[in-house]
Each structure stands twice: as C-alpha cells, then as structure tokens.
C-alpha cells in the first residue's frame, strides 16, 4: 500500500467521522416548548444528549414540580429541571432510547426525536412502543443569544446555566 491509499483511506475516516458527529450535533440548540410556555436547551455529554429548561412564560401556572408523583420532588423548581435525558444519535436522522419528562402530568414517557428541518425539531412520547404515542413540534430560537431573553419577549424567569 502507498502512502498516498494510506493518506486517503485515513482522510476519508477522518471526514466520515466529523459528518457523522455534525449531523449528531445539530440539535444542540434553545428550543421553544410546542406552545411556546417554556425554552429548553438541548446539551451533550459524552454523547447522551438532554435537555433542561431554561426559561419560563409569566403564564405558566406551576413554578414547582407539583404534579410529579413522588412527593420529595414536589417542592423542586420546574426552572432548571432536565426533561429530556438519555437520548442517543442513531447514526441517520433520530436520537432515540431517550425519556421526556412532562411536568404537567408529572409523568415520564420513552421518547424519540428527529428534525423535520434545521427549525424544527419533532418530539415523540410514547408507551411501549412508539405506536402508542404522540409527537410535539420544538421550534429553534433563533436570535444571537437565544438563551437569553429576546426584546419585546415576555419571558419571567431565566436560569443562569452558563
């Protein structure tokens, strides 16, 4: 083998691997809850991707995690809570074998989730199988800090996560 198939081989690797983890990477964002109550950012650590929310409406009636059904975890701040966690890239198009937790409920589904396109991210909570289930739109906010809040927003309360 020459140096040049050797050069080429590990060029092609090295290119393949950084497409893959950029396309993995692309959810890593601030993202609007469907009705646009709460902003969740989307992070990764040694590739298992979560998110966490980061900001709340002045609407949202429930400050607390009032409805989860352990009650020690009842008196913890929605603010900053990770309600999506354990989601792996699957090497395509969907991060799956992850968990949503839906505050409202105080319940917690298995949950998929795939970008319909670069602004709008597709949310599956389901039981058992996916079947059983519902999908939510999360759209990206855009803006140069969409962590922090936007003018004219109405956003109450803001996490200091940095």
């Given amino acids: 083998m020459t140096y040049t198939s050797l050069f ?12 893959f983890a950029s396309k993995a990477d692309q959810v890593l964002a601030v993202w609007w809850s469907p009705e646009q ?11 298992i991707y979560y998110g966490q929310i980061i900001a ?10 009032t409805e989860n059904p352990d009650s020690a975890l009842q008196a913890r701040h929605i603010l900053g809570l990770e309600i999506l966690s354990g989601f792996k890239f699957d090497g395509d198009d969907t991060w799956e074998k992850g968990s949503i937790y839906d505050p409202e409920s105080g319940k917690t589904y298995k949950c998929k989730m795939w970008l319909q396109n670069n602004d709008v991210l597709k949310i599956r909570g ?6 059983l289930g ?3 739109e999360f759209t990206r906010v855009t803006g140069e800090h969409p962590d922090q809040q936007q003018e004219g927003e109405p956003v109450k309360v803001y996490l200091n996560h940095k």
């Fill in 8 to 19: 080429l081989i590990i060029f092609t690797l090295l290119t393949s691997f950084s497409a």
């Fill in 37 to 47: 109550k709460t902003k969740v950012e989307i992070k990764k650590q040694n590739d």
């Fill in 56 to 65: 709340l409406r002045p609407e949202s009636k429930e400050m607390m995690d």
């Fill in 126 to 131: 389901y039981i058992g199988i996916s079947l």
């Fill in 134 to 136: 519902r999908t939510v």
